[in-house]
């Protein structure tokens, strides 16, 4: 399994209509077809920080649990499906392991990888985060997925300022948009879920789309799945993230 990295995160992002990677990067506006930012980004630097501990699933889970988890995940899948988000509700199932990590360095984010690649996805977790300053800078828990080999990658970050992050990294240039997620708070949770198909990213929170992001028709169309933690205070452990009862649907033709 790849070691964590770690990115440098700047929030220069651009709000879409409707509806940010690991190692040194900050943020642009994320378009159909992006254009680079006018300011390159620091090249990427890896830190010397412990490997982030993925926490197995208990192993005595009643099987009424996991059975009423699956059939809620197949159910949304088909109604996502219904809705067009989708093209079809034709996948594989997958309960994914716990994570549980702190992060102290202020405005940057590390991931740990699911174990999983799957190209066109729908993933499900509820995500939990606090800081140890009440004041952070955007701190909070988030997806990356199509990672690539040379740290390229998508994601969203969910952040204690209330905002869906929705972050391009590619070339140490980045590109972004966000969109309100309702809470603007050092500690909260949320249900997140999200749909990739193509280019097209879907994004939902506590059971309510906010909307669509947009990346590459023709390039990035596969990689890691990945979870990550954005840290917002350099104070005492920094910012938490937890992410359970994490679901992916590996969508298939």
């Not at 869906?164 to 990294?169: A, D, P």
């Amino acid at each position: 399994m790849k070691k964590p990295r770690a990115l440098h995160f700047t929030l220069t992002v651009l709000l879409l209509l409707f509806s940010i990677p690991q190692m040194a990067c900050s943020l642009g506006a994320i378009l159909a077809t992006p254009t680079p930012s006018s300011t390159p980004t620091p090249a990427y630097t890896p830190t010397n920080t412990p490997r982030p501990t993925l926490t197995p699933r208990p192993t005595a889970t009643p099987n009424a649990t996991v059975t009423a988890q699956y059939n809620d995940m197949v159910q949304f899948v088909q109604d996502a499906a219904n809705a067009g988000y989708i093209d079809s509700a034709n996948g594989e199932y997958h309960r994914l392991d716990d994570y549980s990590e702190a992060w102290a360095q202020i405005n940057w984010y590390q991931w740990m990888p699911t174990g999983h690649a799957p190209d066109d996805f729908v993933f499900r977790a509820h995500m939990a985060w606090e800081s140890a300053s009440q004041t952070p800078d955007p701190s909070g828990c988030g997806i990356l997925f199509r990672l690539q080999d040379d740290g390229d990658h998508y994601g969203f970050l969910i952040t204690s300022d209330g905002q869906v992050h929705f972050i391009l990294s590619e070339a140490y240039f980045n590109f972004g948009g966000k969109v309100y997620h309702g809470q603007n708070r050092s500690a909260g949770e949320i249900d997140f879920a999200m749909t990739a198909q193509g280019d097209t990213f879907n994004v939902f929170v506590n059971g309510n789309r906010l909307g669509a992001f947009y990346g590459h028709k023709d390039t990035m169309l596969s990689g890691e799945l990945a979870y990550t933690v954005i840290s917002g205070t350099n104070k005492d452990y920094g910012t938490r993230c937890e992410i359970t009862n994490a679901e992916l649907w590996v969508l298939k033709p």
